[in-house]
């Protein structure tokens, strides 16, 4: 029996996830696209994954190239909206900064970054996988994260970060 695709959209929107703007670099112009379909994948070597629409622009444009992860804080909503194509052209231009040794350039203001070279692309069904090689990193210790969470942006409670201890 086959599964709605609207009601396992609905329900894998109660995953909660971070927020991200991947971006690329093309003939000297600077391009991103915002993604929750990112996760860690490996310490050594030290890779991550991200997922894009196979219709995207940023799906055509990523294959080859190096890419920034940028996890956006809860003060760069608008990045979000921006990147996602929900602002219109009078939204100020992104704040893009240099990257280290010739990798894609950054979001200023970014929770975290990660420079990545391309390690390998997969099928993903509607969407293609990309693995990157995490080159150097970058984060800023004093913010929240920007959360999206059924279809919305969130951001997280002031209880604090609930430290798990994994010495075990």
């Known amino acids: 029996m086959a599964i709605d695709p609207q ?6 929107g109660h995953f909660a996830t971070g927020v991200t703007v991947v971006g690329c670099a093309v003939g000297g112009t600077l391009h991103g696209a915002t993604v929750n ?7 050594n070597p030290p890779l991550v994954l991200v997922c894009l629409d196979r219709a995207s622009k940023a799906a055509r444009l ?30 100020p231009p992104p704040p893009w900064q240099p990257a280290p040794g010739g990798l894609a ?3 200023s203001g970014s929770l ?11 099928d993903g069904g509607d969407h293609l996988v990309f693995l990157g090689r995490v080159e150097h990193a970058a984060r800023r210790p004093d913010a929240q994260p920007l959360l999206f969470y059924r279809g919305a942006f969130n ?14």
């Open 105 to 107: 350039p950054a979001l």
């Open 112 to 122: 975290a970054t990660l420079f990545c070279s391309p390690w390998a692309d997969h």
């Open 155 to 168: 951001s997280v409670l002031d209880r604090g970060p609930a430290r798990i201890d994994t010495s075990a």
């Open 7 to 12: 009601q396992l959209r609905a329900c894998l």
């Open 37 to 43: 379909a990112f996760t860690s994948v490996s310490l």
């Open 62 to 91: 990523l294959p080859g190239r190096p890419f920034t992860v940028n996890v956006l804080s809860e003060e760069q909503r608008d990045l979000a909206l921006r990147f996602a194509g929900r602002l219109g052209a009078a939204a």
